[in-house]
């Protein structure tokens, strides 16, 4: 995430496989700072599909990806400490779907 962040370094979107799309996929981010809210995008749409507010460190970002379709998503952090975007591709294995 800092690579996408500062632009100095990989940015590369993260590829997550999993075995079905029942499999449970939590991604946690790193604390932002005082509050950190962090959107899920897919396609192309315009209002996110999930986002996380949290305050404070105690408890980090967590985005559920849990049920959600195969393809490009992307993740959106804004914080006083941390910010910016960087991509996931999801994928289930054997789904014929080869992206």
Same mark, same amino acid.
């Given at each position: 995430? *800092?690579? @996408?962040? !500062?632009?100095?370094? #990989? @940015? +590369?979107?993260?590829?997550? *496989? %999993? #075995? !079905?799309?029942?499999?449970?996929? %939590? ?9 950190? !809210? ?11 599909? #999930?986002?996380?507010?949290?305050? &404070? @460190? +105690? ?11 195969? &393809? ?7 914080? @006083?400490?941390? &910010? ?16």
């Amino acid at each position: 995430m *800092e690579g @996408c962040e !500062t632009g100095s370094g #990989k @940015c +590369d979107p993260v590829i997550i *496989e %999993r #075995k !079905t799309v029942s499999d449970s996929v %939590r991604i946690k981010l790193p604390c932002g700072g005082t509050q950190s !809210t962090v959107y899920l995008y897919g396609g192309t749409g315009d209002q996110p599909l #999930k986002m996380d507010n949290t305050f &404070g @460190c +105690d408890v980090l970002p967590t985005l559920d990806l849990t049920n959600l379709a195969d &393809g490009d998503y992307a993740v959106r952090m804004l914080s @006083c400490g941390l &910010g910016g975007s960087f991509g996931i591709i999801l994928k289930t294995k054997n789904s014929g779907n080869h992206l």
